[in-house]
């Protein structure tokens, strides 16, 4: 089955640039999804189909993805931005099409 | 506004039996998948499984198979998660989403999580 491989940790200055990377086999060729979870809250959508912002999710938040890794960017990171962030992919013609990532704690410094 | 809406916290025993329950509203209810997902104490989210309301078509992750129960109740835009026999292991928060229905699924809109602890 497909896996989505996250680094487990991130720490990032405020105002510096954050990337989150999510591995996978050719994850080029599926549309990846991105959730922010801050503590003691639901998760809740940051980015879908790679690179489109849901409304509400600042400018700053940008997501790209080719050949093995998507990304999710952060521009000009705030203290509000520290949070886990869990990739996702959909596979349909799967009995298991809900495919996440274990997520990044992102640590803003 | 599109809304779902968990039933509240639940503790129980090892051996008990619980159904908790993720309530949608503002949309209809059987154009959209609803997911079950977990999360323990300091540990990531992990899909539990996922239905299609309107034609009850229900999957559930390899972890979680023979262990939970998944259904839904389109009279009462209604999702419920159910175990016939709870052990410790089965604690901890559970969430709901509603995925769109779609080549490339992804989950818009999530429940405020329910707790379930199971202690003796």
């Known amino acids: 089955s497909f896996v989505l491989t996250q680094p487990p940790s991130l720490s990032v200055a405020p105002g510096q640039t954050a990337s989150l990377p999510c591995g996978g086999d050719d994850i080029g060729s599926k549309s990846v999804h991105w959730y922010q979870q801050r503590s003691g809250q639901a998760p809740r959508l940051v980015m879908y189909y790679d690179s489109d912002r849901p409304s509400g999710i600042p400018q700053r938040f940008s997501g790209s993805n080719s050949g093995n890794t998507a990304t999710l960017t952060i521009s000009r990171v705030e203290a509000e931005d520290e949070a886990d962030y869990y990739c996702q992919v959909w596979d349909g013609s799967s009995d298991h099409p809900v495919i996440l990532g274990g997520g990044t704690k992102l640590t803003v410094l | 506004e599109v809304q779902l809406v968990q039933s509240g916290p639940e503790v129980k025993k090892p051996g008990e039996a619980l159904k908790i329950s993720c309530q949608g509203s503002?949309?209809?209810?059987?154009?959209?998948?609803i997911a079950w997902v977990r999360q323990t104490p300091g540990q990531g989210l992990e899909w539990v499984g996922i239905v299609s309301p309107g034609d009850l078509d229900i999957r559930y992750s390899p972890s979680f198979t023979g262990r939970v129960t998944i259904s839904a109740d389109t009279s009462r835009n209604t999702a419920y998660l159910m175990w016939d026999t709870l052990t410790s292991a089965d604690s901890g928060t559970y969430y709901c989403a509603r995925l769109r229905k779609d080549a490339y699924s992804y989950a818009d809109q999530w429940g405020q999580g329910t707790l379930v602890t199971v202690s003796s």
């Open positions: 503002g949309y209809i209810f059987t154009t959209h998948w």
